[in-house]
């Protein structure tokens, strides 16, 4: 079934820890994008692709970094500098970047500090 | 900048009754508008999208739409509200051209009570 899988479901990080949350879709779309949820802020765009080898900051991307080496994968880094990360994490993508159709989600990775 | 708000964090309807989810956006340019539904710990769903033409949009699950420029709101409803449909729901704008992602509102739980 074509889909966007995350992992892992849930992720314990120690303080001064990177950590690396997965996210790969075989939907052959191009764009990718990172949202993170906080309760009652709803979601907050960190990072998007919109093809390989390029991706472009979001709404809050400090202490955050991507890479998009190959098209069905954007592998989101929480790096120490983030000093709150605990937060439910999605994966998204879309078949095009111009309009943003439709977006096809993961289920979510949450993420929570030690 | 655009912006989206959903006023109503919390909302409680008898399964049975009709629902309204309010919408209102901040957008320079003609909007293109999503309503999205999350169950918890899920990923999002894509309920309906407007683009351009017809103002009143129908989605899934029996919910619908209505764009109102001069409100700048873009409202979900559904006529007969069943316990399934207890969830999160999230209003969202694309943030541009440029930019070729979704901004979201703060999002609305909703309660069916039997």
């Known amino acids: 079934d074509g889909g966007i899988t995350q992992s892992p479901k849930y992720l314990f990080r120690k303080e001064g820890q990177n950590v690396t949350l997965s996210c790969e879709q075989n939907?052959?779309?191009?764009?990718m994008y990172w949202y993170r949820q906080d309760p009652g802020q709803g979601l907050r765009l960190i990072y998007y692709s919109q093809i390989v080898n390029d991706f472009q900051k979001g709404d809050i991307a400090e202490g955050y970094s991507v890479s998009r080496e190959k098209k069905e994968s954007f592998p989101l880094t929480v790096t120490s500098a983030q000093k709150n990360p605990t937060a439910f994490y999605l994966c998204?993508?879309?078949?095009?970047?111009?309009?943003?159709?439709?977006?096809?989600f993961g289920s979510g990775t949450q993420l929570s500090v030690l | 900048a655009q912006s989206v708000t959903q006023p109503d964090i919390h909302i409680t309807v008898s399964e049975g009754a009709s629902l309204e989810l309010r919408c209102n956006y901040s957008?320079?340019?003609?909007?293109?508008l999503f309503w999205y539904v999350q169950s918890p710990g899920q990923g999002l769903q894509l309920l309906l999208k407007?683009?351009?033409?017809?103002?009143l949009v129908q989605g899934i699950k029996g919910f619908e739409a209505e764009f109102k420029r001069s409100q700048s709101s873009f409202n979900l409803r559904k006529p007969s509200v069943h316990w399934s449909d207890a969830a999160e729901y999230f209003c969202a704008v694309v943030a541009g051209i440029s930019r070729r992602a979704l901004t979201f509102g703060s999002g609305t739980r909703l309660q069916v009570q039997p």
């Open positions: 957008y320079g340019a003609t909007p293109y």
């Open positions: 939907l052959n779309h191009d764009a």
């Open positions: 998204a993508s879309s078949d095009t970047a111009a309009t943003n159709e439709k977006l096809f």
């Open positions: 407007y683009f351009s033409g017809d103002t």
